[in-house]
């Protein structure tokens, strides 16, 4: 099955699609940076990187008529400045609003599905008709705004047009959720909008997998059973002093269904702490000290035993607290560029191009590719009718 892949920034959805086993016809990211570093990987041989067709350049300007291949799925991240908390909070007002170009994507390949991630600030109460109007032009992308129409207008017509209920062309069948990426598997509470499309063709069901991994099964493992712990080999005096976390335990009558949620720990833990062993980070790529780290109200750091906070990629400058990691006993420093790749689940293969700011910015810009595998697979077995 063949894909096309839309703002593919440094690559964590685009992998999940290869993964798959879609094969992408097109792959297309305005940055500089992130097509560098989709560059430098494909030419140290790095799969699927070796096999994608990358455009670099501004998607308005891609045509997608040149694809002669039927497309089976259409995905992408399109850009989240104007939705994020971090970002100036403009939505449609924004120009760098990218959602008009994932429906014309839609509308011209009209692909099988779609899959397009973005920030759950996308959900906030001030965004809600705008979340809601991108939702019913990927349900109806053939009827388009007309010229200088105002979106409110086009989002009434559109609201109208499926309350008549005679509906003709192309459409889709549409699921929104916010899922946190911790519950399947990445140390990393991470909250992603997720809008999933299939053509009504298609006769399609979804639904969106359930969770596999909790936090009670983490606390289970951790105050219960004391398994994290001794898997770690991390003696009683150098346990954080988490009562909360103890307590919350204790309320549990039996062990958990799920797996324990991944911590930072658990990812790192065969990295040698680049601070206080410079000498031995060396032999892993991508994992130098970067100085600087400090502590202030609201930005205290990720604990060692929790999945991380939401990396960020910072609008104006890498920020303080969601960078970092805060040991045991209190001290901070920043996250490494591999220890981030890490908490995304990117491969430890993967090359990244760039600083350490503008790589962190890249990765904090990231799908994780463990969470988009789970969505994309569960999409490729809907089309294939194995699930």
């Known amino acids: 099955m063949n894909a096309v892949e839309l703002f593919v920034g440094a690559g964590g959805l685009g992998m999940a699609v290869s993964q798959a086993g879609f094969k992408p016809q ?3 990211d305005w940055d500089p940076w992130a097509c560098d570093t989709i560059r430098q990987n494909k030419k140290a041989g790095l799969a699927p990187f070796t096999t994608w067709p990358l455009v670099q350049g501004d998607v308005r300007d891609v045509s997608f008529s040149n694809i002669s291949k039927t497309i089976d799925l259409v995905t992408g991240g399109p850009p989240c400045q104007p939705f994020s908390m971090g970002g100036l909070h403009r939505a449609f007002l924004d120009e760098r609003d990218m959602f008009p170009q994932a429906i014309r994507a839609v509308r011209e390949l009209q692909p099988k ?5 973005n920030v759950k600030g996308l959900t906030r109460a001030s965004f809600s008709s705008y979340l809601e109007y991108i939702c019913l032009q990927l349900q109806y992308p053939s009827l388009t705004a007309k010229t200088k129409e105002p979106w409110h207008d086009h989002f009434l017509r559109l609201e109208d047009y499926k309350a008549r209920g005679k509906i003709r062309g192309l459409q889709y069948k549409v699921a929104m959720r916010v899922l946190n990426a911790a519950n399947y598997g990445v140390p990393q509470k991470r909250e992603r909008i997720l809008i999933v499309g299939f053509r009504s063709d298609m006769n399609v069901t979804w639904e969106y997998p359930i969770h596999t991994h909790s936090n009670d099964a983490l606390l289970w493992s951790q105050w219960r059973s004391g398994e994290y712990w001794e898997r770690h080999k991390v003696a009683k005096r150098h346990r954080p002093d988490d009562e909360s976390g103890k307590a919350r335990a204790q309320k549990l009558k039996a062990p958990p269904a799920e797996t324990p949620w991944v911590t930072v720990r658990d990812a790192i833990a065969d ?24 502590t202030y109200p609201g930005h205290t750091g990720s604990p060692l035993d929790e999945p991380a906070k939401t990396l960020k990629a910072g609008v104006h400058g890498v920020p303080g607290g969601e960078n970092m990691l805060r040991r045991t006993d209190g001290t901070v420093r920043y996250f490494t560029v591999r220890e981030s790749a890490r908490l995304q689940t990117f491969p430890d293969e993967m090359i990244f191009h760039g ?10 810009n990231a799908v994780p590719t463990k ?11 809907r089309l294939k009718g194995t699930s």
Request: proline residues 9%.
């Open 26 to 28: 097109l792959v297309v």
């Open 113 to 117: 599905a779609f899959v397009f991630e």
């Open 271 to 294: 990295l040698p702490d680049p601070e206080l062993h410079p000498l031995l980070a060396k032999a892993f790529p991508d994992h130098r000290f970067q100085p600087g780290a400090r």
């Open 355 to 364: 600083s350490w700011s503008e790589t962190m910015r890249q990765l904090g």
């Open 371 to 381: 969470l988009a595998h789970v969505i994309v697979q569960r999409v490729h077995d």
